[in-house]
């Protein structure tokens, strides 16, 4: 794989994005900081609706692009930033995609990451998508430590909304899985609505 050479900053990649109107989100390692996690962060994860791709990638000429088997952009990699165009997840039985439809947009909040003020995904769709993945140290990830710190962070998460996202994500196992997971955890720390 060849590695992407330019260099930019946040705050770059930011203006190009918003200047380009395209809705975007922080997600994944950097907005579980934000949600309270304290590992040092090795990159800034970016989510862009699928349909995106295209616009998003002629956007950073300098960056290397990554196609799914369908043609369609599926990232956008600069040094320090993977720009997704809608998550595809893998089970043994099916491919499903977690993109930033309408429900996700409409509950991005807004944070400052490395001095500059970004939107960032919901930590209930933070939580949901670390949990699914369920990736560990032995592969150089972080995901269950994120999902904890940022649980035992946040006083009242919206479960309703993350037991919906989870079902719009489909009946799979490791969904399921997650979410069941997830549910031990809340009623272990004792926090969020139980609704």
């Given amino acids: 794989m060849i590695e992407p050479k330019a260099t930019l900053s946040l705050e770059e990649v930011a203006r190009r994005l918003d200047r380009a109107g395209v809705v975007w989100a922080v997600f994944a390692g950097a907005a579980a900081a934000v949600y309270g996690a304290t590992r040092p962060l090795t990159d800034v994860d970016i989510l862009i609706p699928a349909v995106e791709g295209e616009r998003v990638a002629a956007l950073f000429p300098e960056a290397q692009v990554h196609r799914g088997e369908d043609g369609c952009v599926r990232m956008i990699q600069l040094l320090g930033f993977d720009l997704v ?12 995609t977690v993109d930033l439809d309408a429900q996700m947009a409409a509950r991005l909040t807004r944070h400052e990451i490395a001095g500059v003020t970004v939107p960032v995904i919901s930590p209930e769709d933070n939580i949901l ?3 699914i993945w369920g990736r560990g140290p032995e592969e150089g990830k972080h995901d269950w430590e994120d999902v904890e710190a940022m649980i035992a962070h946040l006083p009242a998460l919206d479960w309703e909304y993350l037991r919906w996202r989870a079902s719009a994500c489909g009946s799979r196992q ?3 899985q997650a979410l069941n997971r997830l ?7 004792g926090t969020g609505r139980t609704s």
């Fill in 85 to 96: 165009a809608g998550l595809v997840m893998r089970d043994a039985d099916a491919i499903y």
């Fill in 129 to 131: 998508l670390k949990a």
């Fill in 174 to 176: 490791p969904v399921q």
């Fill in 183 to 189: 549910e031990a955890l809340r009623r272990l720390a």
